[in-house]
């Protein structure tokens, strides 16, 4: 029971553990808050030291513009800040640091040197800190820009030591957060050392597509569509995935929002919009995201560890990455490709597919991926080039490696021609046989076909005239008296999409016409399984609902296994270059897939 003690004013040690609390929960605090600060201080070289998971040390240097020797003991006391003046500068943050709190509580519940100088300081300045306590300040000699090492973590809140995870699953989130950053600011030099040994070091040429070869594959067979809009105040880059490469999980979405990295079910839901009916069910897209908007429009200043950011207006946002990513999935760089290694590892072409060349995140990686201790490495001071860095002959040719992939261009990503397709034929009466000049296809005819009913479906409801063909004897179509009962939650559902119908008894419909698309046989097997579904769902005034029963029934009716004439197999291919999303049948499956030349003589030890 709360007692009823007077209030008093906790001393400034407590005080300074709260606040640390909320910014410092583990080293990948600390290594995040000390990162942006270096960013924010206009850095473009980088090199981020950790060692036991940063639980012993951590080691931040940046050639940034410093802090100078009269500010830098201010520098470690709370709310204080060079990034904003007064409240209205709240309304459009354009720093990643802004709160004046990370390095006060840091300090709290560590021990921190910090060495610095700034460009119009003769000698720099060395400061000791444990528990917020300056221990002794000098001057000493170092090169513009700043170092800070953290050690002892938690000495004084042991409790907060027995939260953290092993050494390894804290080095693991401290490399992904660093890969992310390395990734979005392609422009800095980025060196990321764990006990002792170099794991990447970017080339910071300003070439994303190159940051992210570097940090996250040592080989991508297929590379990440590239796609890039513009609107009023809204600027996108982004690499995602083609449908064929999927994840179980939503690990591999990065996104950043004005350079900042967060987390935004904003940005989740447009995605998932973007990718609706293009992937199955429960997997996830490959994407890394950046949006610019104007700072006026959102909203930083949510959480202490600012991974929480707010929109003015969601509907906009979630509208322009929407259509930006469905634009860019409808180029030919989206259709799945048969690779040599898929054939040899399993029979199953699509599910073969699935198992994609595009490589984990830090994230997934064991902590053996890190291993990198047979590499010998001296730390000297920081200077411009590096001098007095020593590495053996496998990390020479890592950087050379860097090097290379610098030098990459991005694609150019042409829409995909389908009138540049012959078609040969069909095997097993299910999938069509093609080619164009590069590449040889196959087409899944019944896939095709579902994608196509699927939407002339849902065009027909948005119609005002329906287009519907009477038949010539009207159709009788038992059903359950339930599903005659409910009628009424469906019936202005069906009249949409072109069938005119009426209850006939208790439990069976008359059906006068159906959609002008569709043969009777089709119309009939819809509505069957249309109906069936009804039982088991009685309420459709959920949209998301009615597209799932829309999109099963239309399974239902499109058959497999039929043998198509020539002349029908070119209009099918026809209506489907019509849709808006040919790749994929309303269930994720892809209507398609090719092989390319190139493969196929891999294949035959032409190459």
Do not use: W
């Amino acid at each position: 029971m709360l007692q009823q003690n007077s209030i008093i004013k906790l001393s400034k040690e407590v005080a300074d553990k709260i606040a640390a609390g909320e910014v410092v929960d583990r080293p990948l605090s600390i290594v995040k808050e000390l990162v942006e600060n270096a960013i924010d201080a206009g850095a473009n070289s980088l090199i981020v030291e950790i060692k036991n998971g940063g639980k012993t040390y951590i080691r931040v240097t940046d050639n940034g513009c410093g802090i100078a020797k009269a500010d830098l003991l201010t520098a470690f006391e709370r709310h204080a800040t060079s990034k904003i003046r007064n409240a209205s500068d709240l309304d459009a943050i354009e720093t990643l640091g802004f709160r004046g709190e990370a390095l006060a509580s840091i300090a709290a519940v560590s021990a921190v040197e910090i060495i610095t100088k700034t460009e119009n300081e003769t000698i720099g300045s060395r400061l000791l800190l444990r528990g917020s306590e300056a221990i002794s300040q000098t001057d000493t000699g170092c090169p513009q820009g700043t170092t800070i090492i953290v050690s002892e973590l938690f000495y004084n809140t042991p409790a907060r030591m027995k939260f953290l995870k092993s050494d390894g699953a804290e080095s693991s989130l401290i490399i992904d957060f660093l890969s992310k950053m390395a990734i979005a600011y392609s422009s800095l030099r980025f060196r990321v050392i764990n006990n002792g040994a170099i794991l990447f070091s970017t080339p910071g040429k300003g070439n994303v597509a190159s940051s992210i070869l570097t940090v996250y594959s040592k080989e991508l067979n297929d590379p990440l569509l590239q796609v890039n809009a513009k609107e009023a105040g809204l600027s996108l880059e982004a690499y995602v995935s083609a449908p064929a490469y999927t994840r179980t999980t939503r690990k591999q979405q990065i996104y950043f929002v004005n350079g900042r990295y967060i987390k935004s079910k904003v940005l989740e839901n447009a995605v998932d919009a973007a990718y609706k009916e293009r992937l199955p069910e429960g997997r996830h897209p490959v994407i890394i995201l950046f949006l610019s908007i104007d700072p006026r429009q959102l909203d930083v200043n949510i959480h202490p560890n600012k991974r929480e950011v707010r929109f003015e207006d969601n509907a906009p946002i979630e509208a322009f990455i929407k259509e930006a990513l469905k634009s860019g999935l409808s180029v030919k760089e989206a259709v799945p490709v048969i690779r040599d290694s898929s054939l040899r590892k399993s029979s199953d072409a699509y599910l073969s597919m699935q198992q994609s060349p595009v490589p984990l995140l830090f994230e997934e990686k064991e902590e053996l991926s890190f291993s990198l201790d047979k590499h010998i490495f001296k730390m000297q001071e920081l200077t411009s080039e590096h001098k007095d860095e020593e590495v053996d002959v496998n990390v020479l040719l890592s950087t050379k490696r860097n090097e290379q992939v610098s030098m990459l261009e991005p694609t150019v990503q042409m829409p995909f021609d389908f009138s540049k397709i012959t078609i040969f034929g069909a095997i097993f009466g299910t999938y069509i046989t093609a080619s164009d000049a590069d590449n040889f296809y196959l087409i899944d005819q019944h896939a095709a076909h579902e994608r196509v009913f699927y939407e002339r479906l849902l065009a027909a409801s948005g119609r005002k005239e329906k287009a519907s063909q009477l038949l010539l004897a009207p159709l009788l179509k038992e059903t359950s008296v339930a599903t005659v009962a409910d009628s009424e939650q469906f019936m202005s559902a069906l009249r949409q999409f072109g069938f005119e119908l009426e209850v006939f008894g208790a439990k069976a419909f008359l059906i006068k016409a159906v959609p002008a698309f569709m043969q009777q046989g089709e119309a009939d097997d819809f509505l069957e399984a249309f109906f069936d579904q009804t039982e088991d769902t009685p309420s459709f005034k959920d949209e998301k609902k009615l597209g799932r029963i829309i999109m099963d029934s239309c399974k239902s009716a499109v058959k497999g296994n039929q043998h198509l004439s020539l002349q029908e197999m070119q209009a099918l291919l026809l209506d489907l270059s019509r849709t808006q999303n040919p790749f994929s049948c309303p269930h994720g499956r892809p209507t398609f897939i090719k092989l390319t030349k190139a493969e196929i003589e891999k294949l035959f030890k032409r190459v």
